[in-house]
């Protein structure tokens, strides 16, 4: 009888778990882009005004490959 509890309780606990990691990886990965984010602008801030085109053309492209999944 207790066993049927105690598999109850552990179902349970595993939703909980499951809740608490999905929330503990999104907030690391929004974390993280906004880590990366913020270093790739403090790296391009170090370059001259004429390089910065070539940097930022490419990442942006890159970016809307990444949004729209057409990558090879």
Do not use: D, H
């Not at 009888?1 to 939703?15: P, Q, W």
């Not at 809740?19 to 790739?40: G, H, K, M, P, Y």
């Not at 070539?54 to 090879?72: D, E, L, R, T």
Request: glycine share 4%.
């Amino acid at each position: 009888m207790f066993s049927f509890f105690e598999g109850i309780v552990a179902f349970i606990t595993t939703l909980v778990n499951f809740v608490i990691n999905l929330v503990e990886i999104l907030v690391f990965i929004l974390l993280a882009i906004f880590r990366s984010v913020t270093w790739l602008f403090g790296c391009i801030s170090y370059l001259p005004p004429f390089l910065v085109a070539f940097v930022v053309v490419p990442v942006a492209i890159a970016i809307i490959f990444q949004v729209i999944n057409k990558g090879s």
